[in-house]
Each structure stands twice: as structure tokens, then as C-alpha cells.
């Protein structure tokens, strides 16, 4: 059989490699990690990290159950799915989305553990904007004009603008 690290060697690859990208992290519990990955349009993403006897097990929140257009939020999923490397996104029995992985322990290095939380960052940062406009532009819209109303800041709706401007005008 081959040399296949345990899961001690892959702990303490991914504790040195969390480390060293100075990425917020703790560990509740021996082999389980929960790391926090700074984002633009999402303020941050959960990430948990399994390891496993024979796996590493990735699982991250990416939005809650969409409000409307599910069907249109899905196929948005499956099409970027065949974008992704590693990670695919998936709707747990709540219908809330997450992205998950499962990769064998013996590919597990610094290279590709910060290919993996990478591609996390992006499938949930980068994504997130187009999901929330999917699934929720009717609450954008409710959202901005309370806001409005009560004289609130609306400079974190900034990016719905074409959701949220008036067409009497």
C-alpha cells in the first residue's frame, strides 16, 4: 500500500498552512478545524475542516434558503458547479447552501489545502452578490426602502443599486 500520512501528519499540515496564510482559525476538537476566510461581498466565510480516517471533509455556509426564484438559485448552483475544483456547491435538507469537498488524505499539502480554501473563497465571496440577487431581491428592495424611509445608510445595498433605483423618474 502506499505511504498514505495519517491523520496527525495531515493536522499538522493544515494547522502550519492556516498559520501561515494568517488566517483566523480554531480547533474545538482533535482533527477538526473552523477557519474563517475574510471576504469583499461576503464579510467572511465559515469553513470546516474534517479529517478523517482515509479523508479530508470540507463543508461552508454560503446563503440560507432562498426566499424566491429556488429553482433559478439551483440551476445557477449546477451550471458554476462545473467551474469548481475540488469543492461543489449543495442545498442541505433546509434548503440553506453550502459548499462541500472531501479530498483523500494522501493529497493533502500546504499547495493544495490553499488551492482548496481559495477556491472556497471564491465560490462563496465571489458568488455571493449574484445569489443574493437571485434569491432575495425582494427583500433588497423592502430592505432599501426601510432604510430610506428611516433616513439609514443604504451604503451597503451600494451593489443592488439597479434593484433598488426608482423608474418614475
Known sequence: MADVPDE?????????????????????????????????????TTCSLVVGRHSLSLNAFVIRHPDENEAAVHRWLLE??????????????????????????????????????????????????????LGFAS??????TWRVERGESTRNLDAFRHLTRRSDG
Open 80 to 133: 458554476h458547479n462545473l467551474k469548481l475544483f475540488g469543492v461543489g456547491y449543495a442545498v442541505d435538507p433546509l434548503g440553506d447552501v453550502y459548499l462541500t469537498g472531501r479530498l483523500p488524505l494522501s493529497v493533502v499539502t500546504p499547495g493544495e489545502l490553499d488551492r482548496l480554501l481559495g477556491v472556497v473563497l471564491e465560490a462563496a465571496d465571489g458568488a455571493f452578490n449574484s445569489l443574493l440577487e
Open 8 to 44: 496527525a501528519a495531515v493536522a499538522q499540515v493544515i494547522e502550519a498552512t492556516l498559520e501561515d496564510a494568517e488566517l483566523e482559525w480554531e480547533s474545538p476538537g482533535p482533527g477538526n478545524y473552523v477557519v474563517k476566510l475574510p471576504g469583499t461581498r461576503k464579510l467572511s
Open 139 to 144: 427583500a433588497i428592495r423592502k430592505e432599501y
